[in-house]
């Protein structure tokens, strides 16, 4: 009779646990993205964002994969999950992102750009990364939830996984005291 109970039981006892686990691993999910845009926010603002390779190690550093590779427990989330966008600030406060044709092409005339203007539309003032699905460049839409053992019993779909963004001031932003102006990009045709 006990087996008979057990059999019955087991089943029910092992979903429940396999579900505590899954939203235990969300919660973890949870805080952790917080933590990897604010570590992210904050190198962005001091790296070159004109150098791919140091934006690489950057995105990789801030998912505590220096070597590459994806988020530990979210086999799912990569480098390519993370958004990370220059913005500039006007009189009134706004934030607004900086188009990449606007941009300067380096760090040393950025600073140039902010000197001559603070609030013009081509300095870059704030970082912002926020979480994002790859799968959609044209706008920021939550990164669907993926459990680690789909069971069909168990519907996660709809569920995604919290919206995390951070803003950090923009610091240096790769410049080296003493480098070299890089050349400016030629004024639009009137």
Known sequence: MLL?????????????MYGLLECARLIYLWNTLQEVTRSAARAAAMADYTDPAAMAALRRRALFRPGGGSLPMAPSFGPGH????????????????????????????????CLRNPNGSDCIRHVRVSVCDPADAASCQPVPFQALLPLPQLNWQG????????????EALGYQPGSALCAAPAPPPP
């Open 4 to 16: 008979i109970e057990l059999a019955l039981a087991l089943p029910l006892f092992l979903l429940f």
């Open 82 to 113: 993370l958004r990370i966008e220059y913005l500039w600030q006007d009189a009134a406060g706004a934030l607004q992102p900086v188009a990449a044709a606007a941009r300067a092409p380096c760090p040393a005339l950025n600073r140039l750009y």
């Open 159 to 170: 569920l995604a996984l919290p919206a995390s963004a951070t803003t950090a001031r923009a």
